[in-house]
C-alpha cells in the first residue's frame, strides 16, 4: 500500500512514523506548505524507512503512484476540501482527520455532495475520522448499541488533561482567563472548546434513525477551586482552567443525545479522573467507562492508520465511519492471513 | 426482510418476538422439531403481529419467499451444520447464535469448508455470532484496537450470576457440588464451563495477526466462603457455586491472550460486582469496564436480529463478525436513511 501524506505538522509527522512501521505501507509522497521543509527529507524529522522528499503540491508528486492520501491539514471542510478533490481527481482515496470531515454533510451539504460525485466519477473512497469526533463519542457508542433490543437515549462524556498541550490549544479552551473574560471569549469566537459535537450527533442519529430537530451547544467555563498549574505556570483558585463543552441533541422536545467534553489543565488536582464514559438507556442499559481515556492525539494517528485498508476496500464516495466494510483492528488485512 | 426461524426454544421464541417488533422484519416461517409445537400459530406463545404455523422441518415451508434464516437449535458445528446447509440450499442467508459457529474453522474445518463452499454457490452468506462468543471477548475487543498503534496482549474478564439460570445451567458449571465432585464432572465432562473460548481466541489472533501455536484452558471451582442461595436453595459455605473457566492463548511461549469467565451464583453474596473488563496493553494501554455485564440472553438475541441487514449484505460464504460490512446499530439500514 503506498501513501502520501499531506501536511506534516505534528500529525502529519506521527502518521507518517506509524505508517512507515508498517511492513505493508510504504509512504511515497509527503507535501508541505511550509516553505521551510521543501526539499528535505522526511527523515531528518523522524525515524522512517523512506527516501522520501518533501514537496510543496500534490501537482510535484504527478508521476508516484499511489494508493490512498492522508491529509492532515485543517479541522474544516472548507480548509480541506479543495486538497481532498485534488487527491481523489488523481484517484487516490482518502483518510483525513479533519474533524468536521467525520460527518461533513452537517455543515456543508453541497460540498460534501460534490466530494462524494467526483470521488465515485473516479472510483476511490473519502473518510474522515479520528477519535473524537470518529470513534469514542460516536462510533463506539453505536457499535456498543448492538447489543440492544432498543436505545431511548445515550448520555457520554469524555474527561480528559490539557496538561500536554501548548498555549493554542490552551487558549482555545480559554484556560487563563477570568470567568468574564472566559465569557467573552466564548461570544466572540476567541474559546472554541470542542469541534466534533456536531458530526457525532449527526452520525448517531443516522444509525439510530432518529430524527433530531434540535442541538443545543454549551460552553461553561471549568473554575478551579485550588491552585493548578500548567508547565510551571499558577493558575490562581477561582480562575478558569477550561472548557466544558456540551451538546443536547432532541426529537420533538426529548433529549436522545446528551455529550459533555469538559477539557481542563490538571483535572486530578481536584481529584477528578479522566475518562471515557458512555450510558445507553435502553434494553439493556449499558453502562461503559475506559479510564484513563483514549488519548486523543495516540488514537486518532493510530486510527488514521489502522483504517487505511479499510478505505480501499470501502464502497466508493463520500462515506463515514459506519460505512467501513469490516472492524478495524492494527493488523487486519495489512498481513496475509489464511483461515 | 422476511425471515424464517429455526428452532422455537427459549432463544427462538425470544428472537421471534424482537424481529417482529421491527417495521423491517416479517416472520414468514418457524421450524421446531417438538412435534407438540406442529400446527401451532407462533401467536399463540409470543405477541407478534404474524400469522406463523410452526412446521418440523424447513422443506414444508418450500413455497414461502425468505431472505435469511435464523437457526437456534444447536451449540456446536456438527449440530447445526445439516440445517445451515439445507437453508443455504434453498438460497436463505443464516445467522446462527451457535458458539462453535462464531469461528467454526478451529472445530471442524472440513465441515465449516464444506459450508463456505456451498453458501457460495447459492449466493449467500453464513454467520456465527452471539454476545460471547461474538462480541464482548472477541468483536468488542478488536474494535477497540482500532486506536492502537500496537497490541502486546489482551486480558478480559467478564463475570456473571447465574442466579437467573435453570437446572441445567447451574449443573453445567458444577454449582452444588463439592469441590471433589466438581474435579470429577470436570474430568467426565459433565461440568462444561464456556463454549467459546476457542473461537473468540481465533477470532482475535486472525485479526492481530497472531500465530497462535498453544491454547491451554482450565476449569476451577468457585468455592463460597459464606452461604448462598439459589432460587431458594441453599449452598453451604465451602460448597461449589461456580466455575471459573480461563484460556490462556500463547505464541512461541509468550502469553498472548487471557481470557477468563467465572459463571457462580449469588457473587454479590461475597461482594463480587458483575461485569465485562477488557485490558488491552499495548500503545496505548487501553481499561475498558461495563458494569454491569452485559446480560448473555438479551444481547445474543438483540445481536442476532441486528446483524439481520448486514449478513444479507454481506460478501458470500462461511463469515465472521469480522466480516461484517458497516458497524453495527440497532436501527442501521433498517429504515430510510438519506444524508
Known amino acids: 500500500m503506498n501513501i502520501i501524506i499531506i501536511g506534516f505538522g505534528e500529525m502529519g509527522k506521527n502518521i507518517a512514523q506509524l505508517a512507515s512501521k508498517k511492513e505493508q505501507i510504504t509512504i511515497v509522497g509527503v507535501v508541505d506548505i511550509n516553505p521551510e521543509l521543501h526539499g528535505k527529507l522526511i527523515k531528518e524529522f523522524i525515524e522512517v524507512k523512506e527516501e ?6 500534490i501537482a510535484a508528486l504527478s ?27 488523481r484517484n487516490l482515496n482518502v483518510v483525513t482527520i479533519a474533524e468536521e470531515m467525520a460527518y461533513p454533510w452537517v455543515k456543508n451539504r453541497e460540498l460534501s455532495e460534490k466530494i462524494d460525485v467526483i ?16 470513534f469514542i463519542l460516536d462510533t463506539l457508542i453505536i457499535v456498543l448499541s448492538s447489543v440492544c ?4 437515549k445515550v448520555k457520554a462524556t469524555r474527561i480528559n488533561d490539557l ?19 472566559f465569557h467573552e471569549g466564548v461570544e466572540n469566537g476567541e474559546i472554541v472548546g470542542h469541534v466534533g459535537f456536531q458530526q457525532s450527533v449527526a452520525l448517531m442519529a443516522e444509525a439510530f434513525g432518529w430524527d433530531i430537530d434540535e442541538v443545543i451547544e ?12 500548567v508547565k510551571g505556570q499558577l493558575i490562581k483558585k477561582g480562575m478558569v482552567v477550561g472548557c466544558n463543552h456540551s451538546v443536547i441533541a432532541k426529537s420533538k422536545g426529548k433529549i436522545l443525545i446528551e455529550l459533555e ?4 489543565v490538571q483535572p486530578e488536582a481536584e481529584g477528578i479522573k479522566t475518562k471515557d464514559e458512555i450510558i445507553i438507556e435502553g434494553i439493556p442499559n449499558l453502562h461503559m467507562t475506559i479510564a ?8 486518532t494517528v493510530a486510527m488514521a492508520v489502522n483504517v487505511l485498508p479499510h478505505v480501499i476496500k470501502a464502497k466508493e464516495g463520500l462515506i463515514t465511519m459506519r460505512d467501513l466494510p469490516g472492524l478495524l483492528s492494527i493488523f487486519e488485512n495489512m498481513t496475509d492471513q489464511v483461515k
Request: charged content about 20%; hydrophobic content about 35%; overall charge negative.
Open 149 to 152: 433490543y432498543q436505545v431511548n
Open 163 to 181: 496538561s500536554p498541550f501548548g498555549p493554542t490549544v490552551l487558549n482555545a479552551q480559554g484556560v487563563f482567563r477570568t470567568v468574564e473574560a
Open 292 to 299: 484513563p481515556e483514549i488519548p486523543g492525539g495516540i488514537g
Open 261 to 264: 467534553h469538559p477539557q481542563q
Open 52 to 57: 522520501v522528499t518533501i514537496v510543496n503540491e
Open 119 to 134: 470521488s465515485k466519477q473516479n472510483n476511490v473512497s473519502v473518510l474522515g475520522t479520528g477519535i473524537n469526533p470518529g
Open 218 to 229: 454549551e460552553k461553561k467555563p471549568i473554575i478551579t477551586n485550588v491552585d493548578r498549574y
Open 63 to 89: 508521476d508516484v503512484e499511489a494508493d490512498v492520501a492522508i491529509i492532515t491539514t485543517g479541522s474544516e471542510i472548507e480548509n480541506v476540501a479543495e486538497t481532498i478533490l485534488s487527491a481523489v481527481k
